[in-house]
T-cell receptor, first 112, second 112 residues
């Protein structure tokens, strides 16, 4: 069964700092990997989706990388802002699967 | 383009009761997935509906059931509620041939 782990569980950084969030998964037979943002008590907002054949995706200040063979993904946030404060969730979809397996998330706080 | 909507926003029930949650998929999407997110955890897959048929199920007991309607909206029904059913219930819609799942804001269920 696919297991997804996110480290650290919580992170606090000063505004303007660059940061990296980590995600690891146990089964490398994935179809894609998706990063989401979740504000307290709210639904999920998709940030980036990386297909299994891709190595990275970029959107604005966000860059996600994927190393399928080692079962790892990172989300890089450049020049962090207080508005980036949220929980970031990583999810993988296995080959032949129609659902996402989620990690428990990293709670990010950006201090003004 | 209308996003994914869910109703109600919040719900309080007592143990043993039954509950129905509703989800309207994003325009043009034919697939709806339901997830349960306990406090401090990542979402867990309940089941998925594609063109009104169940198309995959996670590790949830039969008292969790669902429906999808011809307009692709969906219901999640939970019978004989237990205290551990207290969670945020998320639905996500997608097109079968597209990968990104778009999530609704969720329904917060509290079982007393």
């Amino acid at each position: 069964k696919q297991e997804v782990t996110q480290i650290p569980a919580a992170l606090s950084v000063p505004e303007g700092e660059n940061l990296v969030l980590n995600c690891s998964f146990t089964d490398s037979a994935i179809y894609n990997l998706q990063w989401f943002r979740q504000d307290p008590g709210k639904g999920l907002t998709s940030l980036l989706l990386i297909q299994s054949s891709q190595r990275e995706q970029t959107s604005g200040r966000l860059n996600a990388s994927l190393d399928k063979s080692s079962g790892r993904s990172t989300l890089y946030i450049a020049a962090s802002q207080p508005g980036d404060s949220a929980t970031y969730l990583c999810a993988v979809r296995g080959t032949g699967a129609n659902n996402l397996f989620f990690g428990t998330g990293t709670r990010l706080t950006v201090i003004p | 383009e209308t996003g994914v909507t869910q109703s109600p926003t919040h719900l309080i029930k007592t143990r043993g009761q039954q509950v129905t949650l509703r989800c309207s998929s994003q325009s043009g999407h034919n697939t709806v997935s339901w997830y349960q997110q306990a406090l401090g955890q990542g979402p867990q897959f309940i089941f998925q509906y594609y063109r009104e048929e169940e198309n995959g199920r996670g590790n949830f007991p039969p008292r969790f059931s669902g429906l999808q309607f011809p307009n692709y909206s969906s219901e999640l029904n939970v019978n004989a509620l237990e205290l551990d059913d207290s969670a945020l219930y998320l639905c996500a819609s997608s097109n079968w041939d597209r990968d990104t799942q778009y999530f609704g804001p969720g329904t917060r269920l509290t079982v007393l």
